[in-house]
C-alpha cells in the first residue's frame, strides 16, 4: 500500500470513529492499524468491529490485494471457514472487486451472535471444492504484485 493510500487510511473519519467506539482500546486500535498495514498478527473477539473496518476501507476506494489479503487472513485466523473459502475462491478468480461486495454484504455478528455460514454457496456459486485442502493451515494464498494475479501458495 502507498504511502498517499496509508495516509488517507489514517485520516478517514469512519475509522476514527469505529476505533474510539469504546468497543477496542487504544491498544487493540494499533493493532488493527498495524494488520491492515504491515500484516502484523491480530485476533479480538470484537468481530464486527473488525468486519466493519474492512467494509470501512471499501467504501472508502481503499480496497486493495493487500487488504483483500488481510481480510482473507483475519477470516482463516478466526476461524470463518466458509467465508474465508469463498473469498478465497474469488480472489483465485482474480476478482478483487467480487471480494469486495461480498466484505459489505458479510456479517460476522447477528443479534449479539456470531453468525457462521453453514456453507460455502454465496450468490449461487459453490466455492467449496474437493480441490482444496483439508487443513485451513494449506489454505493461503498470495499475490504477485508484478503480474496483479491472486495464487496458491503450497
Known amino acids: 500500500m502507498d504511502q498517499f493510500r496509508i495516509s488517507k487510511m489514517l485520516k478517514m473519519n469512519n475509522l476514527q470513529d469505529i476505533l474510539s467506539s ?3 482500546n487504544a491498544d487493540e486500535g494499533e493493532q ?7 500484516n502484523d498478527y491480530y485476533i479480538s473477539s470484537e468481530y464486527e468491529v473488525v468486519n466493519t473496518l474492512f467494509k470501512v476501507m471499501v467504501l472508502n476506494d481503499l480496497w ?4 483483500a489479503l488481510r481480510y482473507f487472513e483475519y477470516l482463516n485466523y478466526e476461524g470463518w471457514e466458509y467465508e474465508c473459502l ?3 475462491g474469488i480472489l483465485l478468480e482474480n476478482n478483487l ?3 469486495g461486495e461480498f466484505c459489505l454484504e458479510t456479517k460476522l455478528v447477528q443479534n449479539g451472535l456470531s453468525y457462521f455460514r453453514d456453507n460455502a454457496i454465496w450468490r449461487g456459486k459453490d466455492y467449496d471444492n474437493k480441490d482444496i485442502p483439508v487443513s485451513l493451515a494449506e ?3 498470495g499475490y504477485d504484485y508484478e503480474r496483479k494475479t491472486f495464487y496458491e501458495i503450497k
Open 22 to 24: 469504546g468497543k477496542v
Open 32 to 38: 488493527i492499524y498495524r494488520f491492515l498495514l504491515i
Open 64 to 67: 486493495d490485494a493487500q487488504i
Open 86 to 88: 469463498i473469498v478465497r
Open 97 to 99: 472487486s467480487l471480494a
Open 139 to 141: 489454505w493461503t494464498i
